[in-house]
């Protein structure tokens, strides 16, 4: 049976994600913005936390540990590369090693360019895939202290994963990120279509994260380095599809 996946927002835009294996109870949470929606999600859910899986170092993904693990003591995971300065790990992972929840088990993804060692979580057979601040609905991190072509190696990586793979990305940027993504490939009617969709969601206060990876292909620009409209639509035919990306990520940064 695959996982049970709850999203929840937390702080002004950041997401959260509870994983459970109802078989054998094991609760897994994906970053630590706020303890207190984390909290009452398990609390009302009736779930106990058995592991907390960190992305990246950044305060506003890993703040709410300790109040989270002062109610429910779980094995913390996350880099191997940002143990120095994530909050204590139980397990250091890389890219290549696994974890498991329950009877799932999750493959580490090295996903650098938002920060260096931020790692995405695969978990194949429930076709889920914890990405943060790397792959993002319709857009991608911002470059902190990564290179453009380690970013779109990382974003490579992500979009060779099955079709139907869904992404939980980190924040809800997705409408701001539709308004930059049309600037880059107007004639896209998968974005289009996409961008009224968005606008349906957010004026219910609905989330736009989690989103399936088919979609993210064909509508997210910084997925799109190597289409020839994105190519052509940036002046750069031809061009090394990295750089390209870089082009396009420059573009967002000043948009
Ligand atoms: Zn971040």
Redesign the pocket.
Known sequence: MPLEILTIPCLSDNYAFLAHDAETGSTALIDAPEAGPILSALSNKGWKLSHVLL??H?W??VDALPDILAVHPAKVIGAAADAHRLPPLDQQVAEGDSVIIGNETGQIIDVSG??VG?IAYHFPDSAAVFT??SLMALGC?RL?EGTAPQMWESLSKLAALPDDTIVYS?HEYTQANGRFAETIEPENADLQARILDIAAARAENRPTVPSSLALERATNPFLRAAEPAVQRNVGMQGAKPQDVFAEVRARKDRF
């Open positions: 992305t990246h950044h506003d993904h938002h920060t931020h943060a601040d991190g902190f980190g």
